[in-house]
């Protein structure tokens, strides 16, 4: 383990099955899987339908709208890699495509969060195969 000041950022483990997921970002898109079978969109991605176990799925981008449905301000993260941001706002939000995905809202007004509220989808690039979906408040 590296016990040196530097901090490394905890990144995602990346699969063939995930990486549609995790390269979206990389180009402003929020892609999940719809099932081919009884097409339920799906979060998070996985090698099977969690509905009817169906292996068979496709990628399908979203419009990244949606709203707050519930949240909470971590202060404490277990993993100190996110340490510099604090207060980070977890949060599950409701696509308008109608699937729910937990993520973060970012923004200087973040903790003035409630529920209900609109945001939209950005994405942090982590590196050059992995940029997380993140979500911002949209003033109304
Ligand atoms: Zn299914």
């Not at 003035?112 to 994405?123: E, K, L, M, Q």
């Amino acid at each position: 383990m590296d016990q040196s000041n530097s901090i490394q950022t905890a990144l995602p483990r990346v699969c063939d099955w995930n990486a549609p997921f995790f390269a979206a970002g990389l180009f402003d898109q929020l892609k999940l899987q719809r099932c081919d079978s009884c097409s339920r969109l799906i979060y998070y991605p996985r090698i099977a339908c969690p509905y009817c176990m169906c292996p068979d799925m496709t990628w399908e981008t979203l419009s990244g709208d949606g709203s707050v449905y519930s949240y909470s301000i971590v202060w404490r993260p277990q993993d100190r890699s996110f340490m510099d941001q604090v207060p980070i706002v977890l949060a599950v939000i409701s696509l308008v495509e109608g699937v729910q995905i937990v993520s973060t809202v970012l923004g200087e007004t973040r903790q003035n969060v409630t529920i209900g509220d609109p945001v939209r989808a950005v994405f942090h690039k982590l590196n050059n195969s992995i940029a997380l979906p993140k979500f911002q408040l949209v003033k109304s």
